[in-house]
């Protein structure tokens, strides 16, 4: 049984920061890549932040110098440290799991609403 849970979400003001977790159950967490992902209402789900099992990260341009994704291996879990936020990074926060492009997995969600 797979399992990816999320936590962390939850209600900031602009400007003001949140670190989001992922725990991952059920895979061999070592060899999968890692990425976060969100949507919003009536908005397609966006790619946010990957973190290879080789170590190279990726950054949607948006979050770039504001968001940082880092994994620790031995307790399964990646995370999102988010700074800096903005009202328009209101979304559900999605973690996301791949092997080779076949065996993927996703999360629940949590929820980030940013608002004063």
């Known amino acids: 049984q797979v399992q990816l849970v999320e936590s962390g979400g939850g209600l900031v003001q602009p400007g003001g920061s949140l670190r989001l977790s992922c725990a991952a159950s059920g895979i061999i967490f070592s060899i999968y890549n890692m990425a976060w992902y969100r949507q919003a209402p009536g908005k397609q789900r966006e790619f946010v932040a990957r973190?290879?099992?080789?170590?190279?990260?990726n950054y949607a341009d948006f979050v770039k110098d504001r968001f940082f994704i880092s994994r620790d291996n031995a307790e399964n879990a990646v995370y999102l440290q988010m700074d800096s936020l903005k009202p328009e990074d209101t979304a559900r926060y999605y973690c996301?799991?791949?092997?080779?492009?076949?065996?993927?997995?996703w999360g629940q969600g949590t929820q980030v609403t940013v608002s004063s």
């Open positions: 996301y799991a791949s092997y080779m492009g076949i065996n993927n997995y």
């Open positions: 973190l290879t099992s080789t170590s190279n990260i």
